[in-house]
Every structure is written in structure tokens, then in C-alpha cells.
């Protein structure tokens, strides 16, 4: 594309995204119930820390300095349920987040969304849907809907926040699976800066570090690829620096035994129906672009995840005993 051209693109992103209503009154509930929301959050999770794991998580903030003045795009790493909670208490300011279309259908996780303000997608499709000819999807759930909603939030002074990956990051070998340039689009249409965030669970320490990176800023000339590399690139050290500094074995050590442990314990603290949710779009070791790759894949996980109810069950009857 010619610089012309680039301008052109992002101008015709800004104008399509101005004509999306943005509501004043709604923005003013979100800001208000977030908090709440985010309580909520932490409840649950800690609920499940303290039952299934070694007791409630401590959290501990990095990088605070890197916060800029504006509104911003958040980036972050996904890989526990108290993901959203992290970020919200390492930032301290409300944000529009991007989510999966079908967790609509879970009560719990469609009102915490609706609390916080949520921007659905449909990232995925099903079986019967990649059989048919012709898929259909909700224009209100489409893509560049959910984009330009994003974009129009951001140019009305709001942050927005997105798990940029789409998923869980449930590969040994990656510290930030490969991801798509939306988010860049997003930022430099939005005329906002991208902040990463890294957040790190040591489940053996009962600790969980969130790193807030230096904000990266693009313009219409920059390289989308380059850019988005830049992102991932500052999230993927930011997590290997939290583990050499938590005396955690080196990454290139960590063995797929060492792994599938972290993946159980990071199962045990997550309620089953949200459980079930992420695994749909699960992506591991770089299978991101096919379906059924990614159900391969899911078999993987369902094992480690009897295993993980194997554990939870075994606890319950624990506690059962020493109480008679």
C-alpha cells in the first residue's frame, strides 16, 4: 500500500467506527459497576485458590511508571481466569474488553462482561458450521463490527483491553503464541498507544506478577507485522524476565511434564463451565490456523483436565474425613 493508501484505510476506519452510536449513559454505568464486577472476579478465583491450590494468590505489580496519561489499548497474555481481575488492580482504570460471542450463553461470564462493557466476536466455528457452504454470521457479532466498536470507544477517551493471542497460552514452547495485527488497526485508528501487560502465574509461590510494559505508539506508516511483533515481542521478555527473577527453571528447561503440571493446577482454579468455554478455541504448540488441529489438540487437554478433576474430587474427600 502507498502512504495514500494507508491514510485512506485508517480515515475509513475512524469514519465507519464515528457512526456507531456511543452512549454516554451506558459508559457511565460500566465505570460504575466495574469495580463491583471485578470484586466478583476475585471471589470466585480466590474461591477456587483457596479450595483446589495452596491458598488465595498474592498479586504483585510491576511497571506502574509505564501507565500513560490517556486512554489506551491494553494488551495482554491469557492463560488463568483471574486474568481480567489482574489487570483491572495493576491499572486502576475501567476498560471495554473484547470476548468470545459464545460465552454469551454462560449467565456468570455474559454479566460480568455486561458489567464491565464487553465488545462480542465470533472467533470460531463449529463443526456443523464448517460443514456448510455457506457460513452466516451475526453482523452484530461479526469481526469488524466488534473492531470498530473497539476503535469508536477508544476515540471517545475510553481503554479498552484484549487477550490479543484469543486464547489460552497452552504451549510449552511459546511464551506468546502468534497472534493477528487486529490490535494494531485498533490502536492507530483509535489514536491511542498499546500498553502490553504480562501476567505470570508461579503456582508454586501463590503468586501472580503482573508487569505493565513501556506504551508502544504507531502511525499510519508504520508496519503492521513489525508492529505486532514489537507487542508480542515485549510481552514474550516481560514473562521470561518474571520467571528468571522467581528463581523459576529456565524456560528451555521446562519439561512437558513440568508444563502439563502448570496446565492442571491452572485448570483446578477455573470453574467448570468457563473451563469448558476456553477450551473451544484452545491453540497449542503453533496449531492456531485449523480447526481441527485445535480439536486435536483438545483431547490433550481433556486429559489434563480429568486429571484436574481427579484432584478436586480427591481433595473434597479429604476434607470430608478430617471434618468427622
Known amino acids: 500500500m502507498t502512504i495514500e493508501e494507508k491514510i485512506e484505510y485508517y480515515n475509513n476506519l475512524r469514519n465507519k467506527a464515528k457512526k456507531i452510536e456511543f452512549s454516554e449513559k451506558m459508559d457511565a454505568f460500566h465505570q460504575k459497576m466495574t469495580p463491583f464486577a471485578v470484586k466478583l472476579n476475585k471471589g470466585v478465583a480466590q474461591g477456587a485458590e483457596k479450595k483446589y491450590l495452596d491458598g488465595v494468590f498474592e498479586r504483585e505489580v510491576i511497571g506502574l511508571e509505564n501507565l500513560p496519561d490517556g486512554p489506551a489499548l491494553y494488551i495482554a497474555n491469557h492463560s488463568n481466569m483471574s486474568d481480567v481481575s489482574c489487570v483491572y488492580d495493576a491499572i486502576q482504570r475501567p476498560f471495554y474488553i473484547m470476548a468470545d460471542a459464545d460465552q454469551k450463553k454462560e449467565f456468570a461470564t455474559n454479566l460480568f462482561n455486561n458489567l464491565i462493557g464487553v465488545f462480542y466476536v465470533k472467533r470460531y466455528y463449529t463443526d456443523e458450521e464448517m460443514k456448510c457452504a455457506e457460513v452466516k454470521v451475526d453482523p452484530k457479532i461479526a469481526p469488524e463490527t466488534a473492531k470498530l466498536k473497539m476503535i469508536n470507544a477508544l476515540l471517545n477517551g475510553k481503554n479498552c483491553m484484549m487477550f490479543f493471542e484469543g486464547t489460552w497460552c497452552m504451549s510449552p514452547n511459546e511464551l506468546v503464541l502468534p497472534t493477528k495485527f487486529g490490535n494494531i488497526d485498533i490502536a492507530i485508528a483509535g489514536k491511542v498507544p498499546i500498553v502490553p501487560i504480562a501476567v505470570e502465574y508461579l503456582y508454586e509461590k501463590n503468586k501472580v506478577i503482573i508487569s505493565i510494559q513501556e506504551p508502544l505508539y504507531f502511525n499510519e506508516l508504520s508496519n503492521k507485522i513489525d508492529a505486532n511483533e514489537d507487542v508480542r515481542s515485549s510481552i514474550a521478555s516481560a514473562r521470561y524476565l518474571i520467571q528468571e527473577n522467581n528463581s523459576r527453571c529456565e524456560w528451555g528447561s521446562y519439561t512437558q511434564k513440568d508444563f502439563d503440571e ?18 473451544k478455541v484452545v491453540r497449542l504448540r503453533d496449531k492456531y490456523g485449523d480447526y481441527y488441529q485445535r480439536q486435536e489438540e483438545y483431547a490433550y487437554l481433556e486429559g489434563l483436565r480429568q486429571e484436574a478433576l481427579r484432584r478436586k474430587k480427591q481433595m473434597r474427600l479429604s476434607r470430608l474425613r478430617n471434618r468427622k
Open 262 to 279: 502448570t496446565l492442571i493446577k491452572c485448570i483446578m482454579a477455573y470453574p467448570s463451565l468457563s473451563y469448558k468455554e476456553e477450551a
